[in-house]
C-alpha cells in the first residue's frame, strides 16, 4: 500500500522492532515500550498498520474503499512518528508502513526480519476478559520473534522501575529458548531475573473438576529439580542476579500476582502434539489481568 521513502532497503544495518499500530491508546503504548527498547539496544523502529481484508466487505453487501482505510491507518502511523520525534528518536531509525493483510498474519510475516515484536492490548472488565488474548496468542504461536504484549491501561508509563523480570518454567526441558531470552533481557536491562515454577494442584473426581493439593513427595521432587536448574544457570550466567521462586496453586492467580512487582513477565507458547499450538486458559487469563508487559515465545 504505502511506505516511507526513508524506509531503506529490505535488509537494514541494524536490527529492527516491529510494532502493530492501529490507532489506539493500546498501541501508543506499544509505540511507547518499543521507543525504550530500541534506546537501550540501539535497534530500530518499524511501524506498521494491517488493512484487514476481511473487513472490506459488511454482512450488508456494503464494500469499503480501501483507500480510505488506508489513509486510516497513515494518520495512525503519522501520529506514532511524531510521538517517536518528539521523543528524540531519530526519524532516519524509523520506518512506517500500511500494508493489506489479517493484523495477526502480517505481523507474523513480518516478524521473520526483526529482533522482537511488540502489540498492544485492550483493557476490558467483565466477561470480556474471558475472549481477550486470542489475538495475541496466535500471535505469539506464529511470530518468529518473542512477541511483548502490553496494555495502555495497566501499564500506562515506562517500565523498568521494579528492576525485576520473571521467567516461568514448566519443566526446565521445555523452558530453555524463553529462560535463555529472558536471561539476555536482564543481562541488557542490568536487572534482577525471577526463575518462576508454579505447582498446580492434579485435578481429580468426575470430569476432574476438583484439584488436590500436590503430594509432598512431589513438591520435593519439583523442588529438587528446580535447585539444579537455577545452580547450572547461575553457573552459566555468572553476570545476572538470579532468583528462583516456587509458587503453589493456579498459574493464573500465582503469576498474575508476580507482575504487581515486576516489569516483564516471559512466558512459553509450547506446541500441541495434535493441534500444533496450545492456547490454554492460562495463558490468556495472565494476558487479561497482568500488570505489567507479558513477553510470549514459542
Known sequence: MSSDQQ???????????????????????????????????????????????GVLTSGWGVVYDPTILSSVGEEALAV???????????????RAEVLMGHPTAVLADLSEHAELCVVGRRAAGGLDRMFIGSTSLSLGASAHCPVVVISAASTPGRTGAHKRIAVAVTAPDKAKRQVEWAL???????????????ITP?????????????TPESVARARAAFRVMLEELRRKYPD????????????????????????LLVLGIHPHPV????????????????????????
Open 184 to 198: 539476555g533481557e536482564a543481562r541488557d536491562r542490568q536487572c534482577a531475573l525471577v526463575v518462576a515454577h508454579v
Open 275 to 298: 493441534t500444533g499450538v496450545s492456547f490454554g486458559g492460562p495463558l490468556r487469563g495472565i494476558l487479561a489481568h497482568s500488570l505489567c508487559p507479558v513477553c510470549l515465545i514459542r
Open 7 to 53: 524506509a531503506g532497503s529490505s535488509s537494514p544495518s541494524r536490527p529492527r522492532i516491529l510494532v502493530g499500530v492501529d490507532g489506539s491508546d493500546d498501541a501508543m503504548r506499544a509505540v511507547m515500550y518499543a521507543l525504550g527498547t530500541a534506546e537501550r539496544t540501539g535497534h530500530d523502529i518499524w511501524l506498521v498498520h494491517a488493512v484487514d481484508d
Open 202 to 214: 492434579a485435578p481429580t473426581g468426575l470430569f476432574a473438576a476438583f484439584k488436590a493439593a500436590p
Open 80 to 94: 506514532a512518528k511524531l510521538f517517536l520525534s518528539d521523543n528524540g528518536f531519530p526519524p532516519e531509525r524509523v
Open 240 to 263: 545476572v542476579e538470579i532468583e528462583g521462586e516456587i509458587l503453589e496453586g493456579m498459574p493464573i492467580e500465582e503469576l498474575v500476582d508476580q507482575t504487581g512487582k515486576i516489569d
